[in-house]
């Protein structure tokens, strides 16, 4: 039993896969409906921003960073390519994408720009650019919404659509994301050098890491995904507002990449962790309405979620500092 | 040894920098940075309206801002021992809702602003064992507490918002000596943690422990319960600034002081907190919260929506925490 225990908080992809599994049985059990393919459904659609927007910040925490303009970045960025559609409808629909990417990048690029030349701590840059950019989206927006008639029908239909298996195109741009940054961070030099920055910040220039590059990239990417998210937000909900969207997204997001097992310490997480700690809680935002609980339950699980992964990390680094410490009294 | 030096004496002589004058001291601390801000804006202000020449009407002004100041000085002191905490604004939400439900449901008023009181304490508490006890990074962990205080205030109070009786209504109108209550609270609560963290060794210690945490420790310092003490503050100021809160708007929602978290850091780091720790002082945050407060009642009259000033308040919080590091990394050297 032990064994299984250390087994599982040592390959934390295995735990929370063991407590999805876990958690659908029991939720399965007491309402049958929640293991149908419509709920799987339901499921699948809740997660492709959360998805992308875990990437990104899982890049970010994995450098020993954070970035809590995420949900604000996602917001600028919708409104803007919201506000080229309704002023110019004649453009092809996919122009958004390369619009909210490149806002999202600049963004992004801002952020790693204050951090890296001024030499400043990023959950503070952050926090001041997360009203930053929430006022400008108020301002270029004259905090007006973008309706549903104003947004593409082709960009609405990828929400929509399927290309197989009935699975809209969204998701599997989604995982597309996630499989592209799997290989970005495991067989690049540049995404292994993410990660030796996040482990050691003082030995990685040693090692002739470009510390400032690798930063600025780190924040640029989290900048372009939240842009990305940004056209996708449009595409699923089919209106952008200034004030709801992306609000709350930077806690949704930092939950999912935590409970997935990236160590806030740095240096630490996978791409497969943060996959199924979205599709995790994925499936807790659809049991909730089954089970009859309210809405408003939300913000206190992401709370709640984030103090326990918090716990669970602490375990595994104590767990390997004495399995250190062990082969050290045997050596 | 340098080339210019004849003796090795003489050059260690002329190495060792001379104390500043008195002036120069004064002249490079942050705070007077802050102070001359504070009259520019003084003056700007009261070019664009005159009624800014008129205490009574900063005074009331501040009076929208008093909560969060409050919390700003508890935070500053959080900040210079080297953590941060910014799930105050969350923690006032609970409290505030907590006491409100308590209240309704027919639970006699002073107990019900213990239940307030001390669910800020439980709340402080939590953070402090979860930073302290389990060793875990405070930026992390009280961005978990500040979505989860949140979400339980909005479990527990849904979306309604709860009324308060007449008479517990408006602490922001109430007078002592000319001065609105809530400004007098402040005054006090600067005066009593300035006089703690300047002039007394505990004060001192939070200094050390910011400055160097293992050497603090040391020194035998008792750095984990000097922290505790502050995070437990931090959640008997929040409690409080909650019931004051609630006392101006006559009423409570979970969303209450959403987002306040910004005003508080801004105004630490305005009045010159290093948020590295280690320096700052509660005059620098005293003076700070005046400035935002100019700040903020100047923008508001001069007609600019409220998204305008959020974005004003961004653009500061950068260029506050620009502004100390240059002028501290001036001073080190």
């Known amino acids: 039993m032990r064994r299984v225990y250390d087994f599982l908080l040592q390959r934390r992809e295995a735990g929370i896969f063991v407590m999805i599994v876990l958690f659908c049985a029991v939720v399965g059990l007491m309402r049958p409906r929640f293991l149908t393919l419509d709920e799987l459904r339901i499921i699948l659609l809740l997660v492709p921003l959360i998805m992308i927007g875990a990437m990104a910040q899982m890049l970010v925490i994995v450098a020993r960073h954070v970035d809590l303009s995420i949900g604000s970045m996602l917001g600028f960025s919708a409104i803007v390519s919201g506000m080229m559609y309704r002023y110019y409808p004649e453009v092809p629909w996919w122009t958004g994408f390369f619009v909210s990417v490149g806002i999202g990048s600049g963004l992004g690029l801002i952020n790693g720009l204050l951090i890296t030349v001024f030499r400043l701590p990023a959950i503070i840059v952050t926090l001041g650019t997360l009203s930053l950019y929430r006022g400008l989206t108020f301002i270029v927006s004259n905090a007006r919404q973008i309706d549903r008639q104003y947004i593409p029908s082709e960009l609405k239909a990828l929400s929509q659509t399927s290309p197989i298996f009935g699975i809209p195109w969204i998701i599997f741009l989604a995982f597309g994301v996630a499989l592209a940054t799997y290989l970005f961070t495991m067989h690049t030099r540049v995404g292994r050098q993410i990660y030796a920055l996040g482990s050691n910040p003082v030995a990685a220039p040693l090692r002739g890491i470009r510390v400032n590059s690798v930063t600025l990239m780190v924040f640029t990417i989290s900048g372009a995904l939240s842009g990305l998210a940004g056209i996708l937000y449009a595409s699923r909900w089919g209106f952008v507002n200034p004030s709801n969207t992306g609000t709350g997204f930077e806690f949704q997001v930092i939950a999912a990449v935590v409970i997935g097992g990236v160590s806030i310490n740095g240096g630490v997480g996978t791409v497969l962790g943060t996959v199924l700690g979205v599709l995790l809680l994925g499936c807790v935002s659809a049991a909730l309405p089954l089970l009859g609980v309210p809405g408003t339950t939300q913000n206190a699980i992401y709370g709640a979620v984030i103090i326990i992964a918090l716990l669970i990390d602490r375990s595994v680094r104590q767990r390997g500092i004495a399995a250190l410490a062990a082969q050290k009294a045997r050596a | ?96 809702c907590l006491f ?9 008023m002073w107990l019900s602003i213990g239940i307030g009181i001390g669910s800020g304490l439980v709340m402080g508490i939590l953070n402090g ?56 609270l402040f005054l006090v609560a600067s005066l009593v943690l300035g006089l703690v963290l300047g002039t007394t060794i505990y004060g001192r210690q939070i200094y050390q422990i910011g400055t160097n945490a293992v050497a603090a420790r040391h020194a035998g310092i008792r750095t984990k319960a000097i922290k505790m003490t502050l995070f437990v503050m931090m959640g008997l100021a929040s409690s409080i600034a909650g019931l004051i809160f609630t006392s101006r708007l006559g009423s409570v929602r979970y969303d209450l002081g959403l987002g306040g978290e910004l005003q508080m850091v801004l105004m630490a780091m305005l009045g010159g907190t290093y948020i590295f720790g280690g320096r700052g002082t509660i005059l620098g945050t005293f003076l700070a919260a005046w400035l935002l407060v100019i700040i903020a009642t100047g923008m508001t009259v001069a007609n600019l929506l409220p998204a305008t000033q959020l974005t004003v308040l961004g653009i500061l919080l950068i260029v506050s925490i620009i502004a100390t590091n240059a002028i501290y990394s001036r001073t080190q050297r």
């Open chain 2, 1 to 96: 040894m340098t080339t210019t030096g004849q003796n090795p004496t003489a050059v260690s002589a002329l190495d060792a920098a001379r104390p500043r004058p008195t002036w120069q001291v004064i002249l490079i601390r942050p705070e007077t940075m802050t102070l001359a801000l504070l009259i520019i804006a003084l003056i700007a202000a009261s070019l664009l309206s005159p009624y800014f020449l008129d205490v009574t009407y900063i005074l009331q002004s501040f009076t929208l801002s008093a909560e969060f100041a409050i919390i700003a000085l508890v935070l500053t002191m959080v900040i210079i021992s080297g953590e941060i905490d910014l799930s105050p604004a969350s923690a006032m939400a609970l409290s505030a």
């Open chain 2, 100 to 108: 409100a439900l308590a209240y309704q449901s027919g639970v006699p």
């Open chain 2, 129 to 184: 064992l979860l930073v302290i006890g389990l060793q875990l990074p405070s930026i992390i962990v009280t961005i978990g507490t500040l979505t989860l205080y949140r979400g339980i205030a909005q479990v527990i109070a849904g979306d309604k918002s709860i009324r308060l009786p007449e008479w517990y209504v408006g602490i922001d109108k109430v007078l002592i000596a000319g001065l609105p209550a809530p400004v007098i």
